[in-house]
C-alpha cells in the first residue's frame, strides 16, 4: 500500500484532485483492483467510504483513514444505506469467481441494485470498469455480462463513466500469474489457433491512473471510455515476450487441439488460478479485445506502459514481495460470509493437537509461523500437503497451489494455499480457515504460549465440524496422516525459528 504522495501511481497524472467534491465510495474495495485504488484516493485527499460485505479488524487497520459500511451488493437496501452522502460511487464488483455461467444474473441484479440505491440517494456519478469486445459480435459470458452491466448503469439516471479494458497485467492479477507459470513450468506449448487472437493488455498502474483520473474530470461523466496499453499483442506474443524477459527458451508448436475446456482446465492445474477463474477468463481469447477508440488519451495523457514494462514491474513486485493486492483476495467469492470458528454451535467435533516446548523466543517461532506456504512450502510435509490439494483442484477447488500474496507477512483474510487467515495475533496465534473441498469445516490452529521459566510451547491444532456419515468417515481417512504432516511441521517451525 502507498505510504506517501511519492508512491501513488495517481502522482504522475496531469489531473488536479478535486478533495472538497465529497465523498467517494468504492464498492469491491477488498478485490485486486479495489485494494489497490483505495489508497490512491485516500492519498490524494478524498473522503473514502469503502464498501464490503463483511465486517472484519482486518478493514479498520488496513484503511484507517476510511470509513467502511458493510452491505451486500444483491441487497438493495444495503447498498443505499452505503451510499447515503456520496458523491461520486466506484462500482468494481464482479462476479465471475462463482463459476461458469453462474455469475451472469447476479451481476445483473447486483448492478441493478446499485443503481436504484444510487438514483434513490441522489448520487452524482458512478464510475465503472468493465470489459473490452465488440458488441457487435456473440461475446464470452464473461464478456458479455460486463457489458451488460455497463448497459444497466448507462439506463439509470445517475451518469456513469464506464472504462472497459481488457488484460489488466499487475502483480498479483489473475492473468500475470497464469502467463508467468505457464512460461516457468511448459518448456513446449501447443499452441491452438486462438492464440493469434490479438489483445491490447494495459498495466495495472495505468488502469488506477485512469480510474483516478475520470473521477477528476467531471466531463467524463456520462461517456465510455476503452482503455490500454501502448501495445497490441496476439496471446502467442505476450508468452513468448514473458520467456524472454525470464530467460527462458520455449518452444511453440500449432496445436490441432482447440477447446476453450481443455486449455482452461489444464491450466488450473498448472498456475495458482484455479478452473473457475481460468475458464472465464480464457472463454474470452476468442475475441479480438482491442480498443476501437483512443478518446480518454486525449483527455488525460500520460506515458502508457508497454505489455513488456508491466510484466517486468510485476516480477520485480513479486520478487521485493511487495505485492499489495492479489486476485486470491477475492476467491472464493463468499469467503466473507464463511462460518468462523467462533461461531460454531458447541464444540468442534474432532481435534487434533501436536505441541512441544522449546526455548526458542515467541518472536522467532511466530515469525516462522508466518512464513509457511506459497513459495515457502510446507516443510517435509509438502508432498502430503500436494497430493491433498490435487484430490482438490480435480473437484475444481482451490488446491493447495493458489498461494499467497506475500511470501514474508499475513493480515486477516490473506490466503495461504488453501487456507485464509481468520484471526492472527502477532507473537501469539494464527488461525487458518480451510477453504478446500471437505464435507463440514476445518481450520488450522497454531499458537505459542509461555510456559516455565523463558521456555515457551509451541503447539499446533487442528479442528473439524461436521455432520453425517460421510464428514466422519473423512475425519478418520485424514487421521493416519496427521502425525505425519504435523509432527514435521511443528519440528521445522521450530528449528527454523
Same mark, same amino acid.
Given at each position: 500500500?502507498?505510504?506517501?504522495?511519492?508512491?501513488?501511481?495517481?502522482?504522475?497524472?496531469?489531473?488536479?484532485?478535486?478533495?472538497?467534491?465529497?465523498?467517494?465510495?468504492?464498492?469491491?474495495?477488498? #478485490?485486486?483492483?479495489?485494494?489497490?485504488?483505495?489508497?490512491?484516493?485516500?492519498?490524494?485527499?478524498?473522503?473514502?467510504?469503502?464498501?464490503?460485505?463483511?465486517?472484519?479488524?482486518?478493514?479498520?487497520?488496513?484503511?484507517?483513514?476510511?470509513?467502511? !459500511?458493510? !452491505?451486500?451488493?444483491?441487497?438493495?437496501?444495503?447498498?443505499?444505506?452505503?451510499?447515503? #452522502?456520496?458523491?461520486?460511487?466506484? &462500482?468494481?464488483?464482479?462476479?465471475?469467481?462463482?463459476?461458469?455461467?453462474?455469475? %451472469?444474473?447476479?451481476?445483473?441484479?447486483?448492478?441493478? =441494485?446499485?443503481?436504484?440505491? !444510487? %438514483?434513490?440517494?441522489? @448520487? =452524482?456519478?458512478?464510475?465503472?470498469?468493465?470489459?473490452?469486445?465488440?458488441?457487435?459480435?456473440?461475446?464470452?459470458?464473461?464478456?458479455?455480462?460486463?457489458?451488460?452491466?455497463?448497459?444497466?448503469?448507462?439506463?439509470?439516471?445517475?451518469?456513469?463513466?464506464?472504462?472497459?479494458?481488457?488484460?489488466?497485467?499487475?502483480?498479483?492479477?489473475?492473468?500475470?500469474?497464469?502467463?508467468?507459470?505457464?512460461?516457468?513450468?511448459?518448456?513446449?506449448?501447443? @499452441?491452438?489457433?486462438?492464440?493469434?487472437?490479438?489483445?491490447?493488455?494495459?498495466?495495472?498502474?495505468?488502469?488506477?491512473?485512469?480510474?483516478?483520473?475520470?473521477?477528476?474530470?467531471?466531463?467524463?461523466?456520462?461517456?465510455? &471510455?476503452?482503455?490500454?496499453?501502448?501495445?497490441?499483442?496476439?496471446?502467442?506474443?505476450?508468452?513468448?515476450?514473458?520467456?524472454?524477459?525470464? #530467460?527462458?527458451?520455449?518452444?511453440?508448436?500449432?496445436?490441432?487441439?482447440?477447446?476453450?475446456?481443455?486449455?482452461?482446465?489444464?491450466?488450473?492445474?498448472?498456475?495458482?488460478?484455479?478452473?473457475?477463474?481460468?475458464?472465464?477468463?480464457?472463454?474470452?481469447?476468442?475475441?479480438?479485445?482491442?480498443?476501437?477508440?483512443?478518446?480518454?488519451?486525449?483527455?488525460?495523457?500520460?506515458?502508457?506502459?508497454?505489455?513488456?514494462?508491466?510484466?517486468?514491474?510485476?516480477?520485480?513486485?513479486?520478487?521485493?514481495?511487495?505485492?499489495?493486492?492479489?486476485?486470491?483476495?477475492?476467491?472464493?467469492?463468499?469467503?466473507?460470509?464463511?462460518?468462523?470458528?467462533?461461531?460454531?454451535?458447541?464444540?468442534?467435533?474432532?481435534?487434533?493437537?501436536?505441541?512441544?516446548?522449546?526455548?526458542?523466543? !515467541?518472536?522467532?517461532?511466530?515469525?516462522?509461523?508466518?512464513?509457511?506456504?506459497?513459495?515457502?512450502?510446507?516443510?517435509?510435509?509438502?508432498?502430503?500437503?500436494?497430493?491433498?490439494?490435487?484430490?482438490?483442484?480435480?473437484?475444481?477447488?482451490?488446491?493447495?497451489?493458489?498461494?499467497?500474496?506475500?511470501?514474508?507477512?499475513?493480515?486477516? =483474510?490473506?490466503?495461504?494455499?488453501?487456507?485464509?487467515?481468520?484471526?492472527?495475533? &502477532?507473537?501469539?496465534?494464527?488461525?487458518?480457515?480451510?477453504?478446500?473441498?471437505?464435507?463440514?469445516?476445518?481450520?488450522?490452529?497454531?499458537?505459542?504460549?509461555?510456559?516455565?521459566?523463558?521456555?515457551?510451547?509451541?503447539?499446533? =491444532?487442528? &479442528?473439524?465440524?461436521?455432520?453425517?456419515?460421510?464428514?466422519?468417515?473423512?475425519?478418520?481417512?485424514?487421521?493416519?496422516?496427521?502425525?505425519?504432516?504435523?509432527?514435521?511441521?511443528?519440528?521445522?517451525?521450530?528449528?527454523? #525459528?
Amino acid at each position: 500500500m502507498a505510504e506517501n504522495l511519492e508512491e501513488l501511481v495517481s502522482a504522475e497524472l496531469p489531473t488536479e484532485p478535486c478533495p472538497d467534491m465529497g465523498r467517494v465510495l468504492v464498492a469491491g474495495a477488498t #478485490g485486486y483492483i479495489g485494494g489497490r485504488l483505495v489508497p490512491e484516493l485516500i492519498g490524494r485527499g478524498y473522503k473514502v467510504r469503502v464498501m464490503v460485505r463483511a465486517e472484519s479488524p482486518e478493514h479498520e487497520d488496513r484503511w484507517p483513514d476510511a470509513e467502511v !459500511a458493510v !452491505a451486500d451488493a444483491l441487497i438493495e437496501d444495503e447498498v443505499s444505506e452505503a451510499l447515503e #452522502g456520496v458523491d461520486t460511487a466506484y &462500482y468494481l464488483i464482479h462476479s465471475m469467481l462463482i463459476g461458469l455461467h453462474k455469475f %451472469e444474473d447476479a451481476d445483473i441484479r447486483a448492478a441493478r =441494485n446499485f443503481r436504484m440505491a !444510487a %438514483e434513490r440517494q441522489g @448520487v =452524482n456519478r458512478i464510475i465503472y470498469l468493465g470489459g473490452l469486445g465488440d458488441t457487435q459480435t456473440t461475446l464470452s459470458p464473461h464478456l458479455a455480462s460486463r457489458s451488460q452491466v455497463a448497459e444497466e448503469f448507462s439506463k439509470g439516471q445517475v451518469p456513469t463513466t464506464i472504462l472497459r479494458a481488457a488484460i489488466i497485467i499487475g502483480s498479483g492479477s489473475a492473468s500475470y500469474e497464469m502467463i508467468n507459470h505457464l512460461v516457468r513450468r511448459i518448456p513446449v506449448f501447443l @499452441v491452438p489457433a486462438w492464440a493469434k487472437t490479438r489483445c491490447q493488455p494495459i498495466g495495472l498502474r495505468d488502469v488506477i491512473k485512469y480510474l483516478v483520473g475520470v473521477l477528476e474530470l467531471t466531463e467524463t461523466a456520462g461517456h465510455s &471510455y476503452d482503455i490500454g496499453g501502448s501495445d497490441i499483442l496476439t496471446y502467442e506474443e505476450m508468452l513468448k515476450m514473458h520467456a524472454g524477459i525470464l #530467460g527462458k527458451k520455449r518452444a511453440f508448436v500449432p496445436s490441432p487441439i482447440s477447446s476453450i475446456g481443455f486449455y482452461s482446465y489444464i491450466t488450473s492445474l498448472l498456475t495458482p488460478v484455479p478452473a473457475a477463474i481460468t475458464w472465464c477468463l480464457m472463454e474470452s481469447v476468442t475475441h479480438d479485445v482491442v480498443c476501437g477508440e483512443n478518446d480518454i488519451v486525449d483527455l488525460i495523457p500520460f506515458r502508457r506502459i508497454s505489455c513488456k514494462e508491466a510484466l517486468v514491474l510485476a516480477l520485480s513486485r513479486e520478487e521485493q514481495d511487495s505485492v499489495s493486492t492479489r486476485w486470491s483476495d477475492s476467491y472464493p467469492p463468499d469467503y466473507e460470509l464463511a462460518i468462523k470458528l467462533s461461531e460454531i454451535e458447541g464444540v468442534p467435533t474432532y481435534t487434533s493437537s501436536y505441541s512441544l516446548v522449546t526455548s526458542k523466543t !515467541a518472536e522467532a517461532l511466530f515469525k516462522s509461523i508466518t512464513h509457511i506456504g506459497g513459495r515457502n512450502g510446507w516443510f517435509h510435509s509438502t508432498f502430503l500437503w500436494r497430493i491433498r490439494g490435487a484430490i482438490d483442484r480435480l473437484l475444481r477447488g482451490v488446491g493447495t497451489t493458489r498461494g499467497r500474496r506475500s511470501a514474508s507477512g499475513l493480515r486477516v =483474510n490473506d490466503v495461504v494455499d488453501f487456507w485464509r487467515v481468520e484471526e492472527i495475533h &502477532y507473537h501469539r496465534q494464527l488461525l487458518l480457515r480451510a477453504e478446500m473441498k471437505v464435507p463440514g469445516y476445518a481450520w488450522l490452529e497454531f499458537r505459542v504460549d509461555p510456559v516455565s521459566g523463558e521456555k515457551n510451547r509451541l503447539s499446533v =491444532n487442528a &479442528y473439524y465440524k461436521t455432520k453425517g456419515l460421510w464428514g466422519r468417515t473423512y475425519w478418520y481417512i485424514f487421521l493416519p496422516f496427521h502425525h505425519f504432516i504435523f509432527e514435521d511441521l511443528i519440528k521445522q517451525i521450530e528449528r527454523r #525459528g
